[in-house]
């Protein structure tokens, strides 16, 4: 549970040991991102410590642009069971996030045709609902037979995540499961 609210497990927490610097329980210097549905796709609820500070107070810009790109990638992959690669980011900050604050990024699919790359947005806000940060991508879906070779995984572990992503489950309106 995150705030009252059922985390959404996503498909590499079948990996025994994964390292994602976003979401990954098991990285101690990552974000450690945890995903809740959200009515227009999927949210995350974040407060960053000073280990990710840039000017004294402020997240890192960067950081800001990661954890847009966390959410939007999970939404695809939710969504579609496929993962994809990011191919195109852009991030507006409009103010800064400050550290020790609480924000929420939320994310969702903008254009699904199977003609070109999917598209996904999302928005930081704060605790008063003002819009912080905004960002737009688009990600290439790939199977995980065609990157193999890139990817530090044994043929257990690729099997386990293949089965995850293909696994039906229930789903809500925007593909995120229920």
Known sequence: MHGGVDTVRVPWSVIPD????GCSPHNATGLRL?????????QARFR???????YPGVVHGGLIGVIC??????LI????HHPAFTVSQRTRFLTPLLIGREYRCVATLTDTRADRPIQAAAEIRDADDLVCASSTAAY???????????LTLGDDEVAALAHAL?????????????
């Open 140 to 150: 290439q879906p790939f199977a995980l037979d065609d990157v193999r070779h890139q």
């Open 18 to 21: 994964y390292h994602c610097f």
């Open 48 to 54: 960053l410590g000073r280990e990710f500070e840039s």
């Open 69 to 74: 790109d966390e959410v939007m990638g999970n």
């Open 34 to 42: 945890r995903f809740t549905p959200h009515p227009d796709g999927l």
């Open 166 to 178: 293909s696994a039906g489950t229930a789903r809500t309106p925007n593909g995120v499961p229920s």
């Open 77 to 80: 992959v939710l969504a579609r």
